[in-house]
Each structure stands twice: as C-alpha cells, then as structure tokens.
C-alpha cells in the first residue's frame, strides 16, 4: 500500500534538540512532524548529566567568547521554563538539584583557575559560607573554596516525558522501517521515502513531502546527511567515558571539582541521579571521562577511585 503526505517540516531525531524543536515550529504555526529511529531520548539525552551550563567549563582561562556569552544565559532562559514563563511551560517537569558548584582545592593552580573563572563569571557566581555549604562538604576535613554557579541540573526524563506527551500526534515511530531520500535533478530532496514491513503480504511506503527536512538525530546525522547528497558539515564528537560510583549513603553531589590538573577543564564533574533499583549513583563527567575514552575501564575506575 502506497500513501501520500505533505508537511511544512520534517524532523528526525526525538532527543532534546528534535522535541524542542518540535514545540517551537508548531508554537510558531509551522505544521512540523517528528520521526524517532528508536526510543525518544534514549541516546544522548537520557545519558547526560542534565546540567544546564552557564559557562564556567569555558570561563577558567579568564575570558568568554560571544558564544559562551550565550551559553551563560542558558539557565535564567530555562529557570523561566520551568516557571511556566519561558517560550516552553515545562513546569510539569523535574529540576534535580537547583544548585550547582565549583569547588577548588587549595593548591596553587586550582585556585588560580577558580580565580579566573570567578573574574569572567562576575556577578553570576558567588562563594559558599561554610554554614551554608552542602552535605557533601559540611564537616570536611577538606579545604578550598566553595562557589555557587548559575548552574543546574534536570530530570531529562521527565522533560522529555513531558515534551513527548504534549506533540504525540506530531511524533511517528520509524523504529521497524527503512527510510530515503528521492532528490531532484539539482540534488534538492524532492521527497523522503518510509518502507514498513509488517509482514510480506502487509508492505506499507509512505512518501512524504516537506519544505524542510532537519537532522537533529545525534549520531545518525552523518548517515542522513551522507543519504541526502549533502556535503559534510564540520561535526564536533566528542566521545566520553564515564565512572558510575554507588555506595551506601552516599550524599547528594551537584559540583565541578577545580583541580591541579595542568588543562583548563574541570577535573570533575560530579551530579547525583537514581538507578535502576532506587539507589543513590554519582556520574563522574569532566576532564576524567574526556581522558577516559584512550583507557580500559579498569584503569580508569582505579584513576578516578585514586582522584576522589
Ligand atoms: C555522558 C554524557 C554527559 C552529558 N552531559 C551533559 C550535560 O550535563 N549538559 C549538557 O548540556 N549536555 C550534556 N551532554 C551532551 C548532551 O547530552 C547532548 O548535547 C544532547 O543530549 C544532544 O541531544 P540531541 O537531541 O541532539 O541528540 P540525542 O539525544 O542523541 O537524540 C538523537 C535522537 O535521534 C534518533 N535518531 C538517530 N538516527 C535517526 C534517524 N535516522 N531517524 C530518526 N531518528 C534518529 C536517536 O534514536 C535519538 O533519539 C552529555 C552527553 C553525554 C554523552
């Protein structure tokens, strides 16, 4: 069976960038659909710490650029979300922690890069009384600076359940189908082909037509675009290794560690999330699981034991 359709848009990819996308084209009266290869947010999106930066990752060397000037209003334009008086009421969904931190330790060039970025952040970051510090922290025997950043974390389950819920008339599952593209003698898509096998006798193709196609699909960009005919646009990856820790009593942790290391990274980046079983787990992003793609995971569980 062969069916016929017409759209403004076509979006593939149900992470973070598609569904957003999604919300804003049909809130500007775009009439925008949405094809998932997979599980919404399965990918990237559910694997991330859910920190909505503000840019102190960039800041540490003592200056920002124009474009990490627009990343520092990040959390203020989605804090207005999840007050219901952003461009997306995501007032439904979860903030995990609404602090975020930067600890630096007391050696030299820690302090120096805290100093840094506390200099180009001015008037977004703030140091921690030590009667205010958190659990993690309070009663330490460690010293350093405590700072609070603009920073904070989301559930992104529960935001992208909530996106999700409210465009599912919008949102198609292509999971058991195989697509392409037919394009035109300038090399433009004229039409994006659906095949869908329920079974042998049951065989559906479904033909769509659109002005815009867009590719926020993660990792399957580059072999949408290679299947479109589009020339390859300069793509960042940026593969990470990551430590999970568990243990019993853990406290909650929402915080960069400024360190001794050499780069203008944070050492680490810790946030606190539920596993499978209700546990308490910690996700230990930053400069250790950028190093740890080149390590075997043995060796980096024993660094980064060794770090904490
Ligand atoms: C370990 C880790 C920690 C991170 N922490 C943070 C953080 O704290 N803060 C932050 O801002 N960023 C963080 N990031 C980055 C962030 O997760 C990504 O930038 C973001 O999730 C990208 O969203 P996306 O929608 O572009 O891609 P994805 O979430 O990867 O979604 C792409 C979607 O496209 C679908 N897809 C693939 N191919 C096709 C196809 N052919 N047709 C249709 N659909 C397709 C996939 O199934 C997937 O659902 C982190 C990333 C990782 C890996």
């Not at 609404?98 to 007391?106: C, H, I, L, V």
């Not at 308490?280 to 080149?294: D, P, R, S, T």
Request: aromatic share 8%; hydrophobic share 35%; glycine share 10%.
């Amino acid at each position: 069976m062969k069916s016929y359709y017409s759209c403004d848009i076509v979006l593939f990819g149900g992470g973070i960038a598609g569904l957003w996308l999604l919300h804003r084209l049909r809130q500007t009266g775009y009439n925008a659909v949405l094809l998932e290869a997979s599980k919404l947010g399965s990918e990237q999106t559910f694997r991330s710490q859910g920190i909505i930066h503000g840019g102190l990752k960039y800041s540490l060397s003592g200056s920002l650029s124009n474009a990490e000037n627009n990343i520092a209003r990040m959390p203020e334009r989605w804090r207005a979300c999840f007050r219901g008086q952003g461009e997306i009421d995501l007032s439904d969904s979860l903030i995990s922690s609404a602090r975020y931190y930067m600890w630096s330790n007391s050696g030299v060039r820690a302090k120096l890069k805290a100093y840094l970025g506390s200099k180009s952040l001015a008037g977004r970051i703030s140091i921690v009384e030590k009667s205010n510090y958190p659990k993690l922290f309070n009663g330490s025997a460690i010293s350093g600076t405590l700072y609070q950043l603009p920073d904070f974390t989301i559930d992104t389950e529960s935001v992208v359940r909530l996106l999700s819920s409210q465009m599912q008339e919008y949102i198609y599952s292509i999971e058991n189908s195989s697509t392409h593209f037919e394009l035109n003698k300038k090399g433009e898509i004229d039409n994006l082909i659906i095949d869908h096998d329920n079974s042998p006798s049951d065989q559906v193709t479904l033909k769509i037509k659109a002005q815009r196609f867009i590719f926020a699909a993660g990792l399957g960009n580059e072999k949408l675009i290679s299947s479109a005919g589009l020339r390859k646009p300069v793509a960042q990856r940026r593969p990470l290794q990551m430590v999970y820790l568990s243990k019993p009593g853990l406290p909650d942790a929402y915080v960069h560690i400024i360190g001794n290391n050499p780069s203008l990274n944070p050492q680490l980046t810790i946030t606190t999330h539920e596993g499978a079983d209700g546990e308490v787990v910690w996700y230990l992003g930053g400069e250790v699981a950028e190093n740890g793609v080149k390590k075997t995971s043995g060796i980096l569980i024993d660094e980064t034991r060794a770090l904490l």
